[in-house]
């Protein structure tokens, strides 16, 4: 039986397991594929994002011309996003006739609008159905005016259970009846500190099943004290962040360690005392993610009984005392940032899996200035796979140090992310990596074609480039090189390359066949207005997103 002879039931269940980005190009190779993905795939599983701007052409759509069009689809989506540019939208029969034919579909909804009006919340009982509601405000009123509906209208999803607010006010909690009938799993409150006679109303009444949790407040001790007041809560991930400056709250963060043995995800945006730190690995015997900042960790073996943890963020003041000997080898992501300007190799000894290191030099210039190291990192993580030092962690001199690996001897990398400041191109010459698919290089200003030629050369299965901040090196011959090697090309950034100019878009045009991301801006050389720039970059049939300015 040939691949296409496949009934579209057993066709469906093996589109599901491609990645949604690569389902359209997916869809172009036959009229069958591109009927069963796009009337029963990207319904489903991928999110609509409905807004008055073409994401390529950047032309201005009529919002109403593009609800009706999606009103009359026999399928509806499951998650959308909606960018809603004015007031008057939502008074429109357009807006209001796409809920009535959609809202029963939708799972998930993202709202982004400028203020909260009643006309808004009048489509609110369409989504019964509902699971997840994301509302983004853009206003910059601290309060807003409160709708007369607001009660009715979110008391009318029953069915919700994922909650997230980024707004600059917390207008839509003044109702103390706020989803009475909902019960909420998970709670996401962002981008304000939530006061807590706002907070205590909703946690009364969803405490019994809420079970993810993030906010920010003032104070972290009042909200402890609320939170281990609830003998029913039962959280698995829970970020907090207060405003800092204040009293030490190590007793209730102990006290809620003791109450929540369950939580698999801890992210605490405050300053912890040792104390605090310590008691960890004794009361969170579960615990699978972690971030937090602390000036030290004196008892480092301590985490190496955390035998679920996978994912560790730790801002740390002071390593130097760090155990060489302690062994995390649960950890597969790590991320590192510490201000003190001298700083232990021993650290990187104690994660053996690592695939994933994001290291930030706080103190740019003084944090990597010992050559050991640079050796003991490069050698204790040859077999990560995304590997971050944007924050000018490494200067030339040291990568390309006798006694230390090279680059070319991370068989495994993937994904690059590197910044230096006096790179040339005998950097580049390190880079023989033939199974990288992104690469970022940031602020390196002695980069010529030489070493341009010798990268695409190595590296020819890169898919994403990001290239940054570079006045000479990268002119229009390397790009012109780039695009026509790197055959398997989908998202380019191109980010203050002054030596860049017209021409460049013409190599994109002629060579980029499979780009799908673009991003072209503060590139002084390139002198084409934004009109006929955009006109010209539309004619990559396959691109969907771009950013020009």
Same mark, same amino acid.
Do not use: W
């Given at each position: 039986m040939e691949l296409s002879d496949l009934p579209n039931e057993i066709l469906e269940k093996i589109f599901t397991f491609l990645p949604v980005n690569e389902l359209v190009t997916v869809s172009l190779v036959c009229s069958t594929w591109c009927d069963v993905i796009r009337t029963f795939i990207l319904p489903k599983h991928a999110v609509l994002h409905v807004r008055p701007v073409h994401p390529v052409t950047h032309q201005l759509i009529a919002m109403e011309t593009l609800l009706t069009e999606q009103s009359t689809k026999p399928y509806p989506w499951t998650n959308v996003k909606i960018t809603i540019p004015n007031e008057e939208l939502p008074g429109r029969s357009e807006f209001v006739q796409f809920f009535q034919h959609q809202g029963h579909a939708l799972k998930s909804l993202t709202l982004q609008?400028?203020? +909260? %009006?009643?006309?808004?919340? !009048?489509?609110? *009982?369409? $989504?019964?159905? /509902?699971? #997840?509601?994301?509302?983004?405000?853009?206003?910059?009123?601290?309060?807003?005016?409160?709708?007369?509906?607001?009660?009715?209208?979110?008391?009318?999803?029953?069915?919700?259970?994922?909650?997230?607010?980024?707004?600059?006010?917390?207008?839509?909690?003044?109702?103390?009846?706020?989803?009475?009938?909902?019960?909420?799993?998970?709670?996401?409150?962002?981008?304000?500190?939530?006061?807590?006679?706002?907070?205590?109303?909703?946690?009364?009444?969803?405490?019994?099943?809420?079970?993810? +949790? %993030?906010?920010?407040?003032? !104070?972290?001790? *009042?909200? $402890?004290?609320? /939170?281990? #007041?609830?003998?029913?809560?039962?959280?698995?991930?829970?970020?907090?962040?207060?405003?800092?400056?204040?009293?030490?709250?190590?007793?209730?963060?102990?006290?809620?360690?003791?109450?929540?043995?369950?939580?698999r995800s801890l992210t605490i945006g405050s300053e912890l005392s040792l104390r605090a730190v310590d008691a960890l690995p004794k009361k969170l015997l579960h615990l699978q993610e972690l971030e937090i900042i602390a000036e030290s960790i004196n008892n480092c073996k301590a985490l190496s009984e955390l035998r679920h943890l996978r994912r560790l963020t730790m801002c740390l003041y002071d390593v130097r005392a760090w155990d060489e000997t302690v062994q995390i080898g649960g950890v597969t992501e790590l991320s590192l940032a510490v201000t003190f300007p001298l700083i232990s190799p021993a650290i990187f000894c104690s994660f053996p899996n690592v695939y994933r290191l994001y290291l930030e030099d706080v103190d740019d210039d003084t944090l990597m200035r010992d050559i050991v190291v640079?050796?003991?990192?490069?050698?204790?993580?040859?077999?990560?796979?995304?590997?971050?030092?944007?924050?000018?962690?490494?200067?030339?001199?040291?990568?390309?140090?006798?006694?230390?690996?090279?680059?070319?001897?991370?068989?495994?990398?993937?994904?690059l992310k590197y910044s230096c400041r006096d790179m040339s191109d005998a950097s580049l010459l390190t880079l023989k990596l033939p199974n990288l698919r992104e690469l970022y290089l940031t602020h390196c200003p002695n980069v010529s074609i030489k070493g341009i030629s010798f990268l695409v050369c190595n590296c020819p299965l890169l898919e994403r480039l990001h290239l940054e901040s570079n006045k000479r090196g990268f002119e229009d011959d390397a790009l012109e090189m780039i695009t026509r090697k790197l055959t398997h090309l989908r998202r380019l950034v191109l980010v203050n390359l002054r030596a860049l100019t017209s021409v460049s878009l013409d190599a994109i045009l002629n060579n980029c066949f499979y780009l799908?991301?673009?991003?072209?801006?503060?590139?002084?050389?390139?002198?084409?207005?934004?009109?006929?720039?955009?006109?010209?970059?539309?004619?990559?049939?396959?691109?969907?997103?771009?950013?020009?300015?």
């Open positions: 609008y400028i203020q +909260l %009006t009643s006309d808004i919340l !009048e489509v609110f *009982p369409t $989504l019964y159905n /509902l699971e #997840s509601l994301c509302i983004i405000s853009e206003s910059e009123s601290l309060y807003g005016t409160v709708p007369a509906n607001v009660e009715a209208a979110l008391t009318s999803l029953k069915a919700l259970k994922h909650l997230r607010l980024h707004l600059p006010s917390y207008t839509i909690l003044r109702s103390v009846s706020f989803l009475g009938g909902a019960r909420l799993v998970s709670l996401s409150l962002e981008r304000f500190e939530i006061e807590l006679h706002h907070l205590k109303p909703l946690l009364n009444d969803h405490h019994r099943t809420l079970r993810e +949790l %993030t906010v920010r407040v003032e !104070e972290m001790k *009042p909200l $402890l004290a609320l /939170l281990n #007041s609830y003998d029913e809560l039962k959280l698995y991930r829970l970020n907090l962040k207060s405003a800092g400056n204040e009293d030490d709250f190590s007793d209730g963060l102990i006290a809620l360690y003791e109450r929540q043995p369950q939580l640079v050796r003991t990192l490069m050698e204790c993580m040859r077999n990560v796979r995304v590997l971050d030092l944007e924050n000018f962690v490494f200067k030339e001199r040291e990568i390309l140090n006798d006694g230390v690996l090279r680059f070319e001897e991370m068989e495994n990398l993937e994904c799908s991301d673009l991003t072209i801006t503060h590139c002084v050389g390139i002198t084409l207005d934004k009109a006929e720039a955009i006109e010209k970059l539309s004619g990559v049939k396959s691109l969907k997103n771009l950013i020009y300015s």
